[in-house]
């Protein structure tokens, strides 16, 4: 057992195999992908072993848990399915009030005023490809 101020990805690895079951999901390569990752990663969790955190979403995702309760467990927390976000009172989960599409609008109007005020003289056309760069890879890691 893990000091109270370490990860416990034991934990993490119980929770997830079980949740793996519950969905009848193969660990296997196909499954991985799907979710963006390798099934070396994913057969890292189901170990008891650490990853880079930002896959910790990912893992969430394959296991239908609400974004953040990979890292909620390594921290003693639960994980929240997300059949039980349908009823956010229930869960204790905080819904967004705005869609995905509306946050990433909202993202990357942001980055581009904040790359207009720091980066004066950058060229339009490059200041556009680095907002949405920056608006994909928050995406890709489950932010937005």
């Known amino acids: 057992m893990p000091r109270a ?3 416990d990805y034991e934990r993490l690895a119980t ?3 079980r949740r793996r079951a519950e969905l ?3 660990l296997n390569d196909k499954n991985a992908k ?7 990663t994913w057969q890292r969790v189901e170990k008891g072993l650490e990853i880079r955190e930002t896959n910790y979403v990912k893992i969430d995702g394959l ?5 953040g309760s990979c890292l909620s467990v390594l921290d003693g927390g639960h994980p929240v399915p997300v059949e039980e976000m349908k009823d956010p009172e229930a869960s204790g989960v905080q819904k967004s009030p705005l869609s995905p599409e509306a946050a990433s609008k909202e993202a990357l109007d942001t980055v ?10 950058t060229p339009a056309e490059e200041l556009r490809e680095m907002s949405e760069r920056v ?6 890691r489950g932010l937005i």
């Open 15 to 17: 929770l997830a195999r």
């Open 34 to 40: 799907a979710g963006g990752l390798s099934n070396r």
């Open 112 to 121: 581009q005023l904040a790359l207009i005020a720091t980066a004066k003289g």
């Open 63 to 67: 296991l239908q848990w609400a974004p």
């Open 5 to 7: 101020d370490e990860p």
């Open 24 to 26: 009848g999901l193969a």
């Open 135 to 140: 608006v994909h890879d928050l995406r890709e």
